[in-house]
């Protein structure tokens, strides 16, 4: 079955700063990449997502890249902020269920 | 105002007892899951069911039970069976585009706490 593995399980950057989150997936039937982001107590919420015929897609200061060849796919935020503090989940899915990755701590140093 | 309620926020259970976890939507989708998340852990698939009146285990299904007999409703029951319950429960819904999962929209959690 699908396994997705996500680096850095935690990420500290200076304010202002970019932030880079990768995740590696294993099933090449996957076509749908989902990335949320779960703030502490809360449920997680979609922030961005991607699908396979698609190589980028970018929303505002948020983007996500796509390498089907490689079979990998990272989260990309720009000009970090306080409020992007929270950990960060990256998903794959091959059909009607999502795989999650591990989720990465994001740490915005003032 | 649409979307997804789970209660309690908060659940204290005594060992050997069940417990039943609320989940409702309002988006009118068809689809709806439970994950269990542990400290410094990802989601992982408890239930899940793709139309009313059908559910299907997903990997950590022993000790839980559910039903499906509204489409806006999914209440998870945790068993005695599970050996160890404490954990942050998350329930979600997704609309189904054929063969293909899309978005999926979760609740607030509920946090389970076994004394």
């Known amino acids: 079955g699908e396994n997705v593995e996500q680096h850095p399980s935690t990420l500290s950057v200076q304010e202002g700063d970019s932030a880079v989150i990768k995740c590696t997936y294993s099933?090449?039937?996957?076509?749908?990449f989902p990335w949320y982001k779960q703030e502490l107590g809360k449920g997680p919420q979609l922030i961005i997502d991607?699908?396979?015929n698609v190589g980028e897609k970018k929303d505002q200061r948020i983007a996500v890249t796509l390498n089907k060849t490689a079979k990998h796919f990272s989260l990309h935020i720009t000009e970090t902020q306080p409020e992007d503090s929270a950990v960060y989940f990256c998903?794959?899915?091959?059909?009607?269920?999502?795989?999650w990755g591990a989720g990465t701590k994001l740490i915005i140093k003032p | 105002d649409g979307g997804i309620t789970q209660s309690p926020k908060y659940l204290f259970r005594k060992e050997g007892q069940n417990v039943t976890l609320s989940c409702e939507q309002n988006?009118?989708?068809?689809?709806m899951y439970w994950y269990r998340q542990d400290p410094g852990q990802g989601l992982r698939l408890i239930y899940y069911?793709?139309?009313?009146?059908?559910?299907q285990k997903g990997d950590i299904a022993e000790g839980y039970s559910v039903s499906r007999e509204k489409k806006e409703s999914f209440p998870l029951t945790v068993t005695s069976a599970q050996k160890n319950p404490t954990a942050f429960y998350l329930c979600?819904?997704?609309?189904?585009?054929?063969?293909?999962?899309?978005?999926?929209?979760f609740g607030p959690g509920t946090r389970l706490t076994v004394l």
């Open positions: 099933d090449s039937a996957s076509n749908y």
């Open positions: 998903a794959a899915s091959p059909d009607y269920q999502l795989i």
């Open positions: 988006l009118n989708h068809d689809a």
């Open positions: 979600a819904s997704s609309i189904i585009a054929g063969a293909n999962t899309d978005t999926q929209y």
């Open positions: 991607i699908r396979s």
């Open positions: 069911s793709q139309i009313v009146n059908d559910f």
